[in-house]
C-alpha cells in the first residue's frame, strides 16, 4: 500500500530551504558544481541550480553522475562513465534522492575522484531515511524520514514519474 | 503559434445562462485574435454577438458532438475552448474528447478531473477528503430504494441531485419522506446514468462563492467573493447577492480563500475556477459544495464589481501564459492582472423574477423560491453602503412600487406573512419590509428566514428614513440623507406626493448632485484608467464629460422572457456602429450581464438604474449629441425631447399576439423603414414552434401593395397578417415593430447587418452601398434556400411547475437556427 | 448623530459623523485596503499613534470578537470609514465597533468620503491629521504644531520580560511593538517563547539558551532605535537561526549595511504580488509599510534580496549569505491577512529544528 508522505509543495520548500544551507555554507555561489546522482538525483540537482540561478542570476553547471559501474554490490565490471562536467579546483554538491546505507554515496565519492580533485564535496539528499552501513552523513537533508528496513522510499519527480511526491510503501 | 481554436458556443439561452457567455467568448475572441490564433466558433443561437463578428469563422450548426468533431477535423483544428458556453459546451468538449481520443484537439481552460468534480458530487468528495478538505456528506443511488436508505442514515431534510442530468443541473430539496417519494423517481430518471446523489442538507447555511484565478506555475490570485443574502435552500440565481463579502470575519475569509487555492492547485488549474462553499453561521464551519469551472454568472458579476480584466488573463492563463507575463489590454496599469482586486464600494445583485408577466398572461405559476432556479435575468446596483447599493438594485428590477403601497402587502394575514417567511417567494424583499413594518423583531425575522439578521438591520434603516423623509416634506437635509442612501428622485417624490421634477428642480437649486466614482481593482491605491462608473451622493467625482460629439446609449436592463438576449444584441450591435460611424459612446444599463458592457464596445460606461432621473444624470454630466433610447421607454423618450435633447429610438416591440389557443400561423411581412419608404426584405411564417423563411416563396414580395405604417422613426419593422397576402390586394393586418429576436435572426440568415444599416440612416451616412441594397430589394441574394428559428423550450415545467404550453412569442427564453 | 471633522495638515478638511469616543485626537494618516480584518489593523502595534482610513466602505459588520485582536485594545488613534455598522451580528462577537472604540476612548469618523481622500492622500503622502468637532484655525494650529513622536517602539514595547511558555524550541522574541499574529503562531510549533523588551542586552538574551530569536514588527521609524541594537543584532545573527519582521527586517538591514529610507507611497493592504525571489512564485501578503530598503544599498552587502513587491519592485525580503538569518517586510502571521503569507514562520522553524538536531 503506496502512501504519499511528502507532496508536491512539501518537496518544493525543502529545495528551496536546501538551497539557503548550500549558499550559507559556501559563503555564496563561487565555484560551486552540482553534481546529480542518476537518474532523479540528476534533476532534483538541476531544481537546486534553478534556484540558485533565480537568486543569484548565475549559472551553476549541473553534472550527471553514472555510478553503475561503482557499485560494490555487482559482479560484472561495466565501462567507466566519465563525468561531463569540470570539478577541480572545485567545491562539489552531490545530490541524491534518497540516502540510505550509503553504498551509494560512496560509489559515487569514488566515481567523482576518478574524474578529478575537487576542493570540497558536500552531499545534498531529499531524504535521509537512516539505516547506515558506512560511516557516511549528508551536510543538507531536505526531510528526514526514519523508516524499517521493510518499507521503501520512492522520490518521484515531474520530469520521470509525472509528479513530484516522496511515497512509502 | 499559429494555433486554430475552437470556441464551443452556448446555443439557446435559458434559465442559468443569459448574456455572459456571449460577452465573455466575444472577448476571448479579441484575446485569442491578438495572440495570433485562427477563431472558429460553432453555435446555433441568432443572438449571439460574438457570431456576428467577421474575424471569426462562424459555423451555424446543432451543437451535437458529431458536428463538433466534423468541424474540428475539416479544419484542422488544434485546441478546443468550452468554457464560455455554460455547461452545454463543457459536456460537449468531453464527448468530443471521447470520439477523437488521442488524436484530438487540447482542450484548453478545463480538464477530464475538473469537469468530473463538478458533475459528480461523490467524485467531488473524494478529492476533497483526500485533500483534507471539508464535504458535504453524500451518498450515490441507483434507485428509489437507495434513495430512502441515503436518506434514513443521512436524516432529512435531504437534497437529490441528477447525475449527468440532460439539460440544466437540478437539485430538489425534500423535508420528509412524502415529498421525497415524489422527486425520487423523477431525479432517476432526468439523470443519463439513472444515478442520483443524496446529501445531507446544509439548508439554512450562508452561501459564499469565490472566484480564483491559477496558472501553470501555481500562482494563485483571489479575484473576488460573493455573499448571497438568501441562505442555502434557494437557488443561488434567485437570492440576492452581494460582494465584497459582508458578514464574514477575516480568518473565515482566509480560510476559504486558501481552501479554493487548494482545490485549484489539486485540480492543477489553469485558468479560472469558482468555488462555492456553505458557512455554518453559528461557529462559522464550512464545506465545499460545488465547483464551476467556467465563466457564469458570477464570474460575471465579479468582473463588472471589480473592474478586473478577467477573460484576457483567463485566457492567457489557459493557453499557459505566467501571471505576470499576460496581456493584458493598454488601458489597464500594468501590474493590474497581478493585484488581488480590492474594491471601495458595494454591488448588490438583485434577481428578476417573470411571475407577475406570465400572470398576465393567464399562465398559474408556483412563486415559491427553493433550490431549482425561478429567476430569469438580473440587475445589479452599485453604492458606497449597502443600503444605496440594495436601493439601487430594487430600482433596477423595476420595483418601484414597493414600500408605501401599504395595499400591495397590507392585505396579506398574519399567517400569510409567516408562511411566506418561511417559504418565500419571488417578492420576499416587499414581504421583509412589511413584516419589519408590522413590529417583527430583527431576530424573530432571522430565525425564521435564516437569512443573517445584519441584512434585517439594513433594511429596517431603510424603512425608517423612507418614513422619516414622508414625515418631513421638502426637508433638504432629510432629502440629502435619502439621496446619501440611494433613494431615488422619483421615490422620494412619491414620499413627499409631489412630481419627480419637481424633487429634482429642488435637488439642483440646493446643490445635491450626484458624483461619480470609478470601477476599478485597487481601491483607490493606484491610477487605472478608467472607463466604468457609478453614481453615489458624495464630494468627490471623478466622471468628467466624455466629449464634444458623444452619444449616450441606454440598455435594456435585465434579461427577460420573449427577447431575452436578442435585446442585448440589438443594442450592442447599434453601439458599435455609433463607434464605427465616429461616436464616442457611453453607455447606460443595469444588467451586469449584458453585452453592452463588453469593455471595448464602448468608450465609457455607466452602471446605473434605468429611471429617468438617473439618465438625466448622467445627461447632465456627459451632454451628449444624440441619445439612442429603445422604443419601448415612452415617457423616457418624451422626458429627453422636451428636454430639447436629439433621441434615436431604436423600434421596439417585445411581442407578438398570443398565438397560444390554436396552432394557428401567421404571415409576417418584414420591412426596412428608412424614414420615408418601406423596404420588403422577406416574409417569414411564424407558429408557436417556429419562424421560417422560404427562399424560394419571396417572389410574392414583388407585387405586394404597401401597408399602412403608422411609425415614424426608421427602423425595422413587421406587418402581421392572418393569412398569405395577395398581389394587388390591400393588405389587412397590423404594423409593428420587428421583435428583436426575430431581427437577430435576420441578420444571421441574410449575412446583412440591418442593425447597423439603420444606425447609418438614422445618422443620415447611409452608403451608396445601402442604398443600391434597399433599391433592389425585394430582390435580395439569399445565402440560403431556408431558415428555420426554432424557440427553445426552456424547461418552464420543471423551473415553475408550469403545466401548459407557454405562448413563445411572448415567453421564449432562448432560440436556436439552422440554414439549409 | 453628531458632526465631527477630519483635518488634515494641508488644510484639507472632509465632513463626517461621529461615532466610538468624543474624544480629539492628531495623528498620521494612512489608508488601508484591505476588505476584511479591521479589528486585527486596528489593534496592530505597528499602527501607535496612527489614524487608519479604511477604502472599505463598510466596516464593523463583523463587530469585535477578542480573538482577533493584535494587543489589548486598539493603537490607533482614530478611525475613519465611510459606513459603520451599528449593529454586528456575527455570533462570535462580544460587542460593536462603536463601542469598542468608546471604551478605549478613541475616535471614529464616518460618512466622510474615503475614496476621495485616499486619491488626495497617495498624491500627497502621508501627513498628520486630526479628528476634531470644529475645523476652525485653533484645530489647525494645534495639529500644525503638533510634533509626532519618535519614541514609538518605546511606547509600544513591554517594559518586562515574560514567557509565553510551550513545550517546543527555545524562542526568544525581541519585542519592538510586537503584534498577538507573531505569538500564535509560534504557539503553533508550541514554542516556548520568551519575550523581552527592546533594551534587553546581549547577556540577556544569550542567558535563555535560545533556539531561534524573533525581531518583532513594530511603529515607527528604524533610524530612531538606538545603536546598541544593531550590534546586538549583528552579534545574535551570527549565533542562532533569526527571523526578522517588518521593523525587524528594517533593523536587520540596518545592522547589515543597507540602508533604509521612507517610502514615497506606504503600502498598507494585502493585495499586492510578492514574488520569492529563489522560486519564482507570487504570493499575497499583509503589508503595513512606512519604510524600505534602499536597493541600491544591497550590493557588496553580506545579505541578498529574497522577496520583491511586484508594483513597484520594492524589496519585501532579505537573507544574510552566512548565517541562518532571514527577514520580512510583510507579515507572515495571517491575522490579517493570506495563509500562505505564513511560509517564513514554517522555514524559520525548520531551520531551528534542523539546527537543534531534529
Partial sequence: MTKEIVDSMAMQRALTRITYEIIEKNKGINNLVIVGIKTRGVFIGQHIAERLQQLESAEIPVGELDISSYRDDQSETLAKQPLDVNIDGKRVILVDDVLYTGRTIRAALDALMDNGRPAVVNLAVLVDRGHRELPIRADFVGKNIPTSAMERIQVNVEEVDGRDSVEIE | ?820 | MAKRYLILEDGSVYEGVAFGAPATTFGEIFFHTAMTGYQEIMTNPIYHNQIVVFTMPTIGAAGINHRADEAIGPMVKGVVVREVAEVSTNRLQSMSLHEFLLRHNVPGISQVDTRALTRHLRETGSQKASIVDFPDDHAFDQLRALVLTNQEVQQTSTPRAYVNPGRGANIVVIDFGLKNGTLRMLNDYDANVTVLPYTATLEEVLNLDPDGIVLSSGPGNPHDIPEEILSLIRTLQKTVPLLAIGLGHELFALANGVEVEPMPIEHHGMNHPIREQITNQIMYATQAQGYQIVTSTIKGTDVFVTHVDLTDGSIQGLRHRNYPAFSVQFFPDTAPGPVEATQPFDDFMDMVTVRRGG
Fill in chain 2, 1 to 820: 503559434m499559429a494555433e486554430k481554436i475552437l470556441l464551443i458556443g452556448g446555443s439557446a439561452n435559458g434559465f442559468g445562462r443569459e448574456t455572459e457567455s456571449d460577452s465573455a467568448s466575444y472577448q476571448m475572441v479579441s484575446a485569442l485574435l491578438k495572440r495570433g490564433c485562427e477563431v472558429f466558433l460553432v453555435d446555433d443561437n441568432p443572438d449571439s454577438f460574438t457570431a456576428s463578428r467577421t474575424d471569426v469563422h462562424v459555423e451555424v450548426l446543432n451543437l451535437t458532438a458529431e458536428n463538433l468533431v466534423k468541424v474540428i477535423i475539416a479544419n484542422g483544428i488544434t485546441g478546443v475552448v468550452p468554457n464560455v458556453g455554460g455547461t452545454t459546451a463543457i459536456r460537449l468538449a468531453f464527448e468530443v474528447q471521447q470520439i477523437l481520443g488521442d488524436q484530438g484537439p487540447k482542450i484548453y481552460g478545463l480538464s477530464t478531473p475538473v469537469l468530473k468534480a463538478t458533475q459528480n458530487t461523490k467524485y467531488l468528495q473524494e478529492r476533497l477528503q483526500q485533500w483534507h478538505l471539508p464535504a458535504v456528506q453524500t451518498r450515490l443511488a441507483s434507485t428509489p430504494g437507495e434513495v430512502f436508505d441515503a436518506a434514513r442514515e443521512l436524516e432529512f431534510p435531504v437534497v437529490v441531485r441528477s447525475i449527468a442530468p440532460q439539460g440544466q443541473a437540478l437539485r430538489m430539496q425534500a423535508e420528509d419522506a412524502e415529498e421525497l417519494d415524489q422527486i425520487a423517481e423523477d431525479a432517476l430518471a432526468r439523470s443519463l446514468t439513472h444515478q442520483v446523489n443524496v446529501d445531507k442538507s446544509i439548508r439554512g447555511y450562508k452561501e459564499i462563492a469565490l472566484i480564483v484565478m491559477r496558472d501553470f506555475r501555481d500562482t494563485n490570485v483571489l479575484i473576488g467573493g460573493i455573499e448571497d443574502m438568501d441562505p442555502v435552500g434557494i437557488h443561488s440565481a434567485d437570492s440576492i447577492a452581494i460582494t465584497p463579502i459582508q458578514t464574514l470575519a477575516d480568518p473565515v475569509v482566509q480560510t476559504l480563500r486558501h481552501t479554493a487555492f487548494k482545490i485549484a492547485r489539486g485540480f492543477d488549474i489553469k485558468g479560472l475556477l469558482q468555488v462555492r462553499f456553505a458557512v455554518n453561521p453559528e461557529d462559522d464551519t464550512y464545506v465545499v459544495t460545488r465547483l464551476v469551472p467556467y465563466y457564469d454568472r458570477k464570474v460575471s458579476l465579479i468582473e463588472g464589481a471589480t473592474g478586473y480584466p478577467m477573460v484576457p488573463v483567463m485566457t492567457g492563463l489557459m493557453l499557459g501564459d505566467r501571471l505576470e507575463k499576460v496581456h493584458i489590454p493598454s488601458s489597464y496599469a500594468e501590474h493590474t492582472a497581478m493585484l488581488e482586486p480590492t474594491m471601495d464600494h458595494i454591488v448588490v445583485r438583485f434577481p428578476v423574477f417573470t411571475f407577475g408577466e406570465l400572470e398576465l398572461g393567464g399562465i398559474e405559476t408556483n412563486r415559491r423560491l427553493d433550490t431549482i432556479q425561478k429567476s430569469v435575468g438580473a440587475t445589479i446596483g452599485v453604492g458606497r453602503s449597502l443600503e444605496e447599493a440594495l436601493e439601487k438594485a430594487l430600482r433596477a428590477a423595476h420595483f418601484s412600487n414597493r414600500s408605501f403601497s401599504p395595499d400591495l402587502m397590507g392585505e396579506l394575514t398574519d399567517s400569510q406573512v409567516i408562511a411566506q417567511l418561511i417559504h418565500p417567494q419571488d417578492n420576499r424583499i416587499l414581504l421583509l419590509l412589511e413584516a419589519i413594518r408590522r413590529g417583527y423583531t430583527v431576530d424573530e425575522l432571522a430565525e425564521l428566514t435564516h437569512i443573517d439578521a445584519f441584512f434585517f438591520y439594513k433594511l429596517q434603516k431603510i424603512m425608517q428614513l423612507e418614513i422619516d423623509v414622508q414625515d418631513h416634506p421638502w426637508d433638504i437635509d432629510l432629502m440629502k440623507r435619502a439621496k446619501y442612501y440611494g433613494l431615488s428622485d422619483g421615490l422620494i417624490a412619491k414620499l413627499w406626493s409631489s412630481v419627480y421634477d419637481s424633487v429634482r428642480r429642488y435637488r439642483w437649486d440646493n446643490n445635491v448632485l450626484p458624483t461619480y466614482k470609478a470601477f476599478e481593482p485597487s481601491a483607490g491605491e493606484f491610477q487605472e484608467s478608467v472607463s466604468q462608473f457609478y453614481s453615489t451622493f458624495e464630494t468627490e467625482n471623478e466622471s468628467e464629460r466624455l466629449g464634444q460629439n458623444t452619444v449616450l446609449i441606454i440598455g435594456t436592463g435585465a434579461f427577460r422572457l420573449g427577447d431575452g438576449a436578442s435585446a442585448s444584441y440589438v443594442m450592442a450591435m447599434v453601439s458599435d456602429e455609433y463607434k464605427r460611424q465616429g461616436y464616442e459612446t457611453v453607455l447606460m444599463n443595469n444588467n451586469p450581464h449584458d453585452l453592452t458592457f463588453i469593455p471595448q464596445l464602448s468608450d465609457k460606461q455607466y452602471f446605473e438604474p434605468l429611471e429617468i432621473s438617473d439618465i438625466m444624470n448622467v445627461v447632465e454630466v456627459e451632454q451628449p449629441t444624440r441619445i439612442v433610447v429603445p422604443g419601448n421607454r415612452i415617457k423616457l423618450i418624451n422626458s429627453l425631447k422636451s428636454a430639447g435633447l436629439k433621441v434615436d429610438v431604436i423600434a421596439r416591440e417585445k411581442y407578438l399576439e398570443s398565438t397560444l389557443t390554436e396552432p394557428k400561423e401567421e404571415i409576417l411581412l418584414n420591412y426596412f423603414f428608412d424614414g420615408a419608404e418601406l423596404h420588403p426584405i422577406v416574409l417569414s411564417h411564424q407558429t408557436n414552434r417556429q419562424v421560417n423563411i422560404e427562399t424560394a416563396e419571396q417572389t410574392i414580395l414583388r407585387d405586394l401593395a404597401v401597408p399602412e405604417m403608422p411609425f415614424a422613426e426608421p427602423g425595422l419593422y413587421q406587418f402581421v397578417m392572418p393569412t398569405m397576402p395577395q398581389a394587388g390586394v390591400g393588405l389587412q393586418g397590423e404594423m409593428r415593430p420587428m421583435p428583436f429576436t426575430h431581427v437577430a435572426f435576420l441578420d444571421k440568415v441574410s449575412h446583412v447587418d440591418w442593425l447597423r444599416m439603420l444606425v447609418r440612416f438614422i445618422l443620415n451616412t447611409s452608403t451608396t452601398a445601402d442604398e443600391a441594397l434597399l433599391d433592389q430589394l425585394p430582390d435580395f441574394d439569399w445565402p440560403y434556400q431556408r431558415a428555420v428559428l426554432h424557440y427553445h423550450d426552456a424547461e418552464f415545467k420543471e423551473h415553475m411547475n408550469i403545466q401548459v404550453p407557454l405562448d413563445n412569442g411572448q415567453f421564449a427564453m432562448g432560440v436556436t437556427y439552422e440554414v439549409e
